[in-house]
């Protein structure tokens, strides 16, 4: 009996061990570590013009010389649509403006038919047009996005604006746009040795490339011993340069009808006529620049003269209003369309630099009457524009002190 019950529990043992170690294999084998499952990103979706084209193919061209939306699409696209788009398309876009050098885009599908699905034309760096055939002929325009960076530059003048920023490596579009913000307050053919500015503007930059400057925010001109500020602010929808006062920048008369000369003569009751070889009155200032150099009307104005006016050439008179006239002589040509009657803008091209009736060399000889007499363009002062609207005084305050911390005022 005490064998039989030893071997019982030698049984009992064995099996107890047996199934304790099934368990313990059991709980291992579903706590063992398994492989981690990694998702696989989804690539984002291929997108040109705000167009998919993951399951498309797009191919990219210039404009050639003579070439018009007709030579574009004519071996992709059935006549009939091109005749369509041009008669009823142009609110949209004018084909007619269509530019040799301008970049389009074919987008067709991946099969053996490659059925142009879209045709986009860029306007310019920014706008473009599509013309979408999908289904029945669309057309629109849309914008590329745009990424803008604040920037600043800064320079002391030795000779001109326009070596300062070639001699410090500055983009000189950004001379020309702070020539335009201060065309109604700095003389810049006045401008001294030592003058100098700091320039806060922004950048923009398209599908990753910088493709100018868009405006500058902020300025300080120091020239004369006098700071020039400027900040550009906008109100009721409009952006306008304002003075540190919240007075507008912008006057009924620019500075000068011309950019980036020298004044090669001033106003004067006695000079030398270099032709003639007498002394007579110089009643205007005469400003040095190359044949060809774009000539601006200096305010709002209506032609009240033009044609060939002996020792003065080509010549353009234009009375603004009851009390001020200019005039502009030894010109080149003019601007297309340009006659006597034609209204004409600030700052419109109105003609150009020449030599033409009693000249030297090319140069522009400009003068400026009140009530019929002649005074001095360089010390001629016109009111400024409408000031800050009371309403804004407070959030043109708050820009003002945020620009003057990145100006050094």
């Known amino acids: 009996m005490k064998k039989s ?67 574009l699409l004519s071996p992709f696209v059935p006549n009939g649509t091109i005749d369509q788009i041009a008669k009823k398309t142009t609110e949209t876009f004018d084909v007619r403006k269509i530019k040799a050098g301008n970049r389009y885009a074919r987008v067709f599908s991946k099969d053996t038919l490659k059925r142009t699905l879209y ?20 057309v629109y325009k849309d914008k590329k996005k745009v990424t803008r960076l604040i920037k600043t530059a ?13 001699e410090n490596k500055l983009d000189v579009n950004l001379g020309l746009a702070l020539s335009d913000v201060y065309a109604w307050t700095v003389d810049f053919y006045g401008l001294q040795k030592g003058d100098n500015f700091k320039v806060i503007y ?10 100018g400057i868009d405006r500058i925010l902020a300025s300080r001109f120091q020239t004369g011993g ?9 109100q009721q929808g409009k952006g306008v340069y304002f003075d540190e006062n919240g007075q507008s920048l912008q006057r009924s008369f620019l500075k000068a009808p011309l950019k980036f000369s020298r004044i090669s003569s001033r106003f004067t009751k006695a000079r030398m006529h270099p032709i003639l070889r007498i002394v007579r009155p110089h009643f205007g200032v005469d400003y040095s620049a190359p044949r060809g150099t774009p000539v601006v009307s200096l305010g709002d104005g209506n032609v009240h003269d033009l044609g060939f006016r002996g020792g003065y050439g080509r010549f353009i008179s234009i009375r603004h209003n009851s009390v001020y006239t200019t005039t502009y002589a030894h010109l080149s040509g003019y601007a297309k369309g340009l006659k006597s009657g034609s209204h004409v803008q600030q700052g419109q091209v109105i003609g150009y630099v020449g030599s033409s009736g009693l000249s030297t060399g090319a140069h522009l000889d ?44």
């Open 5 to 71: 019950s030893f071997r019982l529990s030698i049984v009992v043992a064995i099996v107890t061990v047996l199934l304790i170690a099934t368990v313990v294999g059991v709980v291992l084998y579903y706590q063992r570590e398994t492989p981690a499952i990694v998702a696989v990103p989804t690539p984002p979706p291929m997108v040109a013009y705000g167009i998919r084209i993951d399951s498309l193919n797009i191919v990219y061209g210039s404009v050639t010389n003579n070439q018009n939306l007709s030579t």
């Open 119 to 138: 045709f986009i034309y860029e306007i310019n760096p920014i706008d473009f047009v599509v013309y979408d055939f999908t289904d029945s002929l669309k």
């Open 154 to 166: 800064n320079g002391t003048i030795s000779s001109s604006l326009w070596n300062c920023f070639v």
């Open 226 to 234: 006098r700071d020039f500020y400027a900040y550009h602010f906008e």
């Open 202 to 211: 922004e950048e923009i930059f398209v599908d990753g490339k910088l493709i």
């Open 366 to 409: 400009f003068r400026v009457y009140k009530n019929g007499s002649p005074t001095d363009p360089l010390k001629l002062e016109s009111p400024p524009a409408k000031p800050v609207e009371k309403a804004d005084l407070e959030r043109f305050s708050q820009l003002v002190k945020k620009m003057n911390g990145e100006l050094g005022k």
